[in-house]
């Protein structure tokens, strides 16, 4: 049985009201529009007081259990299904997602109620932001205005669920750090009212994400883990065009955020495009400036129709193939397809897949490291086993040097000879493979070959003493 970790973990507050009428239907536990309007029929039947476990929730679990994701499209969503052990797995399952055990418990039993609330809660629904981007809107909502009712409704549900909150993503709709509302609530977090918690993710346009704005809101911003900035150009004169006045604002507090990350005070750094016909073109400076401040992901976004914005459909939709400038725009991702923190939800599969991958690099990452585990008790046999899972998932170059390194313990020095090759095709100029090929060669008793690889190892690093000593006894 294969899941998506969402429905058994997550709420995500939005305000499709055309799609649903009634108040409580804007909680969703994913992406709106990710959803058919079959769900949204059921969605009107919930109520405020249950909409955790109510008629869609289990409606919605119940035929994930039996394999059917008839409620989804799951062409627009991209998110990859989980076994039940690895959305057990804190290593594995996405840090926005985790699953409380008692819930996990309920998933072995296909059981559609939840006993633990929501662990993951993503508020959209305040609209209050300094900026009037054509791609979102055609005003200024500011802080004189009145909050909405969904608004409200969905900062007092945080309160209403705090005890079993452990992630809290702020805000897709408008600026946390310009909306009073979401000021308020950020610098009011904290593990006495909120014992569970233990990341906040930031949505941001960056103009006010400063050092100075970080510490007013103290103790709530010491939990901020990931940082997502919706940026749309890297150039001053596109900016204007797309966003604003800020760019030199942004600029500096990019950087800022870049060195919060170089130094692991953030552990996700990630650019958001909307790409527009006005935008496109600016790909290349928004990858560089990625580059240069540590930025691990950047994600392309298709733009989609919007009754707020500026803009019209038709003239900015350079994804659609109709549009004149659509084979520019897609020659300009191909030539990017293979750019490691470029991603995309546009038709790209080299890209799409990334995501995927991500979750196998996960699941790669755990076997190494129990790999490690069995390496240092000398368990070799052990280690052998888990640094092969790890190799199927995701092959890294030094997955194969420490399973080189196994089998060259237990005297397998075949398999030892041909697996430190193999990390040598993937990392050139690979000190550590060239001297185990060196060792190895002198335990086969072939001290020609064991003085090749050691001369290609003493050229990278001549004054390594380990090195030097076994040369002068190679053929000892």
């Given at each position: ?8 973990s997550?709420?995500?507050t ?6 649903f ?10 992406v ?5 309007d ?5 969605k ?6 249950d ?5 869609a ?19 627009a ?5 989980f ?5 057990a797995?804190p ?11 008692e819930n ?11 006993p ?8 959209t629904?305040?609209?209050t932001?300094?900026?009037n981007?054509p791609?979102?809107?055609n ?7 009145k909050p ?9 549900y ?13 805000a897709?709709g ?5 909306s009073k509302?979401q000021?308020?609530?950020l ?5 006495d009212?909120?014992?569970?918690l ?7 346009n960056g103009?006010m994400?400063?050092?100075?704005n ?6 709530g ?7 997502n ?6 150039t001053k004169?596109i ?7 800020n760019?030199?604002?942004?600029i500096k ?25 006005d ?20 994600l392309?976004?298709?733009?989609l129709?919007?009754p707020?914005g500026?803009?019209n459909?038709?003239e900015?939709?350079?994804h659609?193939?109709s549009h ?6 897609m ?5 990017y ?6 991603y995309?939800?546009?038709d790209?599969p080299?890209?799409?897949e990334?995501?995927n991958?991500?979750?196998l ?7 190494y490291?129990i790999?490690n585990?069995f390496?240092?008790n ?13 190799i ?11 399973l080189a390194?196994s089998y060259?313990e ?7 000879i ?25 335990l ?13 190892a003493i050229?990278l ?11 002068q006894?190679?053929?000892?």
């Open positions: 049985m294969k899941l998506c970790p969402y429905p058994f997550r709420l995500q939005s305000n499709f009201t055309d799609r009428d009634n108040l409580f239907g804007t909680f969703l536990p994913c709106p529009s990710w959803f058919k079959e769900y949204f029929k059921l009107k039947e919930d109520k405020l007081d909409i955790w476990n109510g008629v929730a289990q409606e919605l679990r119940k035929r994930m259990y039996e394999g059917d994701f008839s409620f989804c499209d799951r062409k969503c991209q998110i990859p299904l076994s039940i052990d690895e959305l797995d290593d594995i399952v996405f840090k926005e997602t985790p699953i409380p055990p996990i418990e309920a998933i072995k039993n296909k059981n559609p109620i939840m633990s609330g929501p662990s993951s809660l993503y508020l629904s305040d609209f932001c300094n900026l981007c791609i979102c809107r005003k200024i909502i500011t802080n004189e205005a909405t009712d969904s608004a409200l409704e969905e900062f007092d945080v309160f209403s669920v705090k005890d079993s909150l452990e992630v809290i993503k702020l897709n408008g600026e946390v750090f310009y509302l000021r308020k609530l610098k009011s977090l904290n593990n009212d909120f014992p569970k233990r990341r906040v993710h930031i949505v941001s103009t994400f400063n050092k100075k970080y510490d007013l809101l103290h103790p911003t010491k939990f901020i883990r990931d940082v900035i919706s940026l749309d150009a890297a004169e900016y204007e065009i797309v966003r604003g006045p760019f030199d604002d942004v507090n990019v950087k800022w955020l870049g060195e919060m990350r170089k130094s692991n005070n953030i552990e996700f750094y990630s650019f958001h495009i909307i790409i527009v016909k935008n496109f073109r600016d790909i290349p400076n928004i990858i560089n400036l990625a580059k240069e401040n540590n930025v691990d992901r950047v392309l976004q298709p733009f129709a919007n707020y500026q803009y459909t038709e900015q939709s350079v659609f193939t004149p400038d659509h084979k520019e725009f020659d300009l991702l191909f030539k397809k293979d750019e490691p923190i470029l995309s939800y546009f790209i080299e890209m799409n990334k995501i991958k991500d979750v690099i996960s699941k790669a990452q755990k076997n490291k790999a585990k390496f240092t000398k368990q070799f046999k052990e280690s052998i086993n888990y640094y092969l899972d790890a199927n998932q995701c092959p890294e170059y030094y997955f194969y040097f420490e390194e060259r237990i005297n397998d020095l075949e398999n030892a041909m697996n430190y090759k193999l990390a040598i095709k993937l990392k050139e100029n690979y000190f550590d493979a060239f001297f185990g090929l060196s060792i190895t060669f002198k086969k008793g072939l001290p020609e070959e064991a003085s090749i690889w050691a001369q290609k050229s690093e001549p004054n390594n003493q380990d090195l030097i000593s076994f040369i006894n190679i053929k000892h």
